[in-house]
Every structure is written in structure tokens, then in C-alpha cells.
């Protein structure tokens, strides 16, 4: 699934190439959003703005009109100049966004709609959104009291609820984990406020650091780092390390499955060790 850094460089760049441009050229293969377009033409109005709010990714139309789109776990924005040829072929676009001089291209992004900013506010997917990990004003004290409030989560689950704070996917669930010191399988109820504090700022830091310094495609996360590390080979501490030995202590790095999808967790059993007691 693409992480909340994903999903912000995407919105970026997108904005960087749209806002303030005119619609040229509007497609989308979903009918629901061909009906509202049909309605109310897309091509003509101007572009505002691109933004995200956790994972989901917002194009501002004028004329109060807001195309909502969400990745899940394969989709993602392509950017291209009029005449360059797509890396995805054809059939995999679900919506497509075009100027005069660049075309915005959805490949197999299976969630898209066309909004009202009235819509938009009472969405219930976003509604309950909590603090975006990648907004200027994120508030900390609030990821941290929502955490509280489900003291019988693990901290591995609780930090991939977008309800608690918006933006981490599996990849920096383990690796905040790793850097934070903090065994996955955690409940919160064992967690003192100085190791949920320092859990989020973590947190923030990652996605922060990897919002800045990957480079302006966006196409793959093959940038993502947390060891700082410019080898290729040892971008992430544990995340698809199963086996293999820590970068800090040699211990072999531990993976299982968890949650409904049954995503893989990774943890260090040493620089992560199991809490015994509460506080
Ligand atoms: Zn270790």
C-alpha cells in the first residue's frame, strides 16, 4: 500500500504540473464519475490545487467540484507531457486528467469520485481521519490521546489505523517500531506517554525526511529510506529483512503475519524486546 509520503510527493508534483491550469481533457473508466462529468464538465475548469489528506488524494476543480482518489494497495498517478508514451499500457488508466501541456494519468486506481467540497467535509472516510502526519499543523498530542483511547490495540495495528493519525503504511509501520525500540505486538495499555511521544515523533520524522529528500518521481517508492544509508541495499532496518541479521545488534530479524490482510510485520527481538510488565 502506498505510504502517506507516497501519496504527498504524488500530490506535489501533481500540483506543481496542474494548478492554475485549464482541463483540456477529462476520461475516467468509472461511470459514477462519467455521470457527474457529464453534468458538470470537467475539461474548461481551471485546476486549484492537488493536495493530500492521508492516503487519499484530492484534485480542487473551479467551480467547487473535487476529485477524490485513493490508491489502495496497486494504484498510482503518472505524470507525462502530452506527447510521451505511457509506462502502463492503456487499459490499466481509470482516470486521466489532461492540459494542454502535461496529461495526469490514474493507473488502477480503484477509488474515484467527483465531489463537492460540502460532500467532501461530511465524507465518512475522511471525516474521522486523525491528524495527518505530513500536515504543517500536526497535532501529536491528539495521535497520542487517540492511541489512549484504545488501550487493548497493539501498537504494530494502532499505528496503521488512519483514525489515530493518517499516513503510515506497512513499510513504516516496522520501521518506526524499529527505530522507537518498541516490539510490535505491544498493547498501548503497556506503553508509557514518553515511548507513544517519542513513537509519533518518530513517525513524523520518517515520513517527513522521506517527503524531502526523494527524488521527484514518484512513480515508485524505490527512494524510501530510514537507515540514511545511501547504499541501495540497506535503505530499511527491518521491513523484508525476515532472517536476515540486524544492522545494530546481528540478531536474525523476525517477521509474522498480522491484521486481516495478514500484512507482514518485521521486528528486531533484541532491539525490540517483548514488555513484560505494564506502567
Ligand atoms: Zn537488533
Same mark, same amino acid.
Given at each position: 500500500?502506498?505510504?502517506?509520503? *507516497?501519496?504527498?510527493?504524488?500530490?506535489?508534483?501533481?500540483?506543481?504540473?496542474?494548478?492554475?491550469?485549464?482541463?483540456?481533457? &477529462?476520461?475516467?473508466?468509472?461511470?459514477?464519475?462519467?455521470?457527474?462529468? @457529464?453534468?458538470?464538465?470537467?475539461?474548461?475548469?481551471?485546476?486549484?490545487?492537488?493536495?493530500?489528506?492521508?492516503?487519499?488524494?484530492?484534485?480542487?476543480?473551479?467551480? +467547487?467540484?473535487?476529485?477524490?482518489?485513493?490508491?489502495?494497495?496497486?494504484?498510482?498517478?503518472?505524470?507525462?507531457?502530452?506527447?510521451?508514451?505511457?509506462?502502463?499500457?492503456?487499459?490499466?488508466?481509470?482516470?486521466?486528467?489532461?492540459?494542454? @501541456?502535461?496529461?495526469?494519468?490514474?493507473?488502477?486506481?480503484?477509488?474515484?469520485?467527483?465531489?463537492?467540497? #460540502?460532500?467532501?467535509?461530511?465524507?465518512? @472516510?475522511?471525516?474521522?481521519?486523525?491528524?495527518?502526519?505530513?500536515?504543517?499543523?500536526?497535532?501529536?498530542?491528539?495521535?497520542?490521546?487517540?492511541?489512549?483511547?484504545?488501550?487493548?490495540?497493539?501498537?504494530?495495528?494502532?499505528?496503521?489505523?488512519?483514525?489515530?493519525?493518517?499516513?503510515?503504511?506497512?513499510?513504516?509501520?516496522?520501521?518506526?517500531? &524499529?527505530?522507537?525500540?518498541? +516490539?510490535?505486538? *505491544?498493547?498501548?495499555?503497556?506503553?508509557?506517554?514518553?515511548?507513544?511521544?517519542?513513537?509519533?515523533?518518530?513517525?513524523? +520524522?520518517?515520513?517527513?525526511?522521506?517527503?524531502?529528500?526523494?527524488?521527484?518521481?514518484?512513480?515508485?517508492?524505490?527512494?524510501?529510506?530510514?537507515?540514511?544509508?545511501?547504499?541501495?541495499?540497506?535503505?530499511?532496518?527491518?521491513?523484508?529483512?525476515?532472517?536476515?541479521? =540486524?544492522? #545494530? =545488534?546481528?540478531?536474525?530479524? +523476525?517477521?509474522?503475519?498480522?491484521?486481516?490482510?495478514?500484512?507482514?510485520?518485521?521486528?528486531?527481538?533484541?532491539?525490540?524486546?517483548? #514488555? *513484560?510488565?505494564?506502567?
Amino acid at each position: 500500500m502506498p505510504e502517506g509520503d *507516497t501519496i504527498f510527493r504524488a500530490a506535489a508534483a501533481l500540483h506543481r504540473a496542474l494548478a492554475g491550469r485549464r482541463v483540456t481533457r &477529462f476520461e475516467s473508466v468509472y461511470p459514477a464519475v462519467n455521470r457527474v462529468a @457529464e453534468d458538470r464538465p470537467i475539461v474548461g475548469r481551471t485546476i486549484e490545487s492537488v493536495s493530500a489528506r492521508g492516503k487519499h488524494l484530492l484534485i480542487a476543480f473551479s467551480g +467547487d467540484l473535487i476529485l477524490r482518489t485513493h490508491m489502495r494497495m496497486n494504484g498510482s498517478w503518472h505524470l507525462y507531457k502530452t506527447d510521451q508514451r505511457w509506462r502502463f499500457p492503456a487499459r490499466h488508466m481509470r482516470v486521466l486528467v489532461a492540459t494542454a @501541456e502535461v496529461e495526469a494519468v490514474g493507473f488502477n486506481v480503484p477509488v474515484a469520485e467527483l465531489l463537492t467540497s #460540502r460532500e467532501l467535509a461530511r465524507h465518512r @472516510e475522511l471525516r474521522f481521519l486523525g491528524p495527518d502526519l505530513l500536515d504543517a499543523g500536526f497535532d501529536g498530542a491528539e495521535a497520542v490521546r487517540r492511541m489512549r483511547a484504545r488501550p487493548r490495540d497493539a501498537i504494530g495495528d494502532i499505528l496503521l489505523n488512519q483514525r489515530v493519525m493518517a499516513g503510515i503504511g506497512n513499510i513504516f509501520k516496522s520501521e518506526i517500531l &524499529f527505530l522507537a525500540g518498541i +516490539d510490535p505486538f *505491544t498493547l498501548v495499555s503497556a506503553l508509557a506517554d514518553a515511548d507513544l511521544d517519542r513513537i509519533v515523533a518518530v513517525a513524523r +520524522d520518517e515520513l517527513r525526511a522521506n517527503v524531502t529528500t526523494a527524488d521527484r518521481t514518484f512513480r515508485r517508492p524505490t527512494g524510501r529510506t530510514t537507515t540514511r544509508s545511501l547504499d541501495p541495499n540497506s535503505r530499511l532496518w527491518v521491513y523484508g529483512r525476515g532472517g536476515k541479521r =540486524c544492522r #545494530r =545488534c546481528g540478531a536474525a530479524i +523476525d517477521s509474522q503475519k498480522t491484521g486481516l490482510d495478514a500484512r507482514l510485520t518485521y521486528w528486531c527481538p533484541t532491539c525490540q524486546p517483548p #514488555r *513484560t510488565t505494564g506502567v
